[in-house]
């Protein structure tokens, strides 16, 4: 008698996982992009990445410089005004959705 692992949501190393979980949470999530200016190197890069990424909810940051734009992906519609605050208090101006 031979037993099969295929069907099992469990990993070798005893965590569970289901197929159905993941795009349940891809389907979830809210892509907003932001125009934002004075941004010119890496390190403003970073300093956005870094603040908006800690806002709650927020699960990726994308910099754009060359484009001035800012994506924001998110599990919920994010709170404008909290994210222009942030991007003000880094020392950049969100001027809108783009």
Same mark, same amino acid.
Do not use: F, W
């Given at each position: 008698?031979?037993?099969?692992?295929?069907?099992?949501?469990?990993?070798?190393?005893?965590?569970?996982?289901?197929?159905?979980?993941?795009?349940?949470?891809?389907?979830?999530?809210?892509?907003?992009?932001?125009?934002?200016?004075?941004?010119?190197?890496?390190?403003?890069?970073?300093?956005?990445?870094? *603040?908006?990424?800690?806002?709650?909810?927020?699960?990726?940051?994308?910099?754009?410089?060359?484009?001035?734009? *800012?994506? *924001?992906?998110?599990?919920?519609?994010?709170?404008?005004? /909290?994210?222009?605050?942030?991007?003000?208090?880094?020392?950049?101006? /969100?001027?809108?959705?783009?």
């Amino acid at each position: 008698m031979s037993t099969t692992a295929t069907s099992s949501c469990c990993s070798p190393s005893g965590t569970c996982s289901t197929a159905s979980a993941t795009p349940a949470q891809t389907a979830a999530a809210v892509t907003t992009t932001y125009a934002v200016s004075g941004m010119t190197c890496g390190h403003c890069k970073a300093t956005l990445t870094k *603040v908006i990424g800690e806002l709650d909810g927020v699960t990726g940051v994308d910099v754009d410089l060359g484009t001035g734009l *800012v994506t *924001v992906t998110s599990t919920t519609e994010p709170n404008d005004t /909290l994210v222009a605050e942030v991007v003000d208090e880094a020392g950049y101006e /969100l001027t809108g959705r783009a």
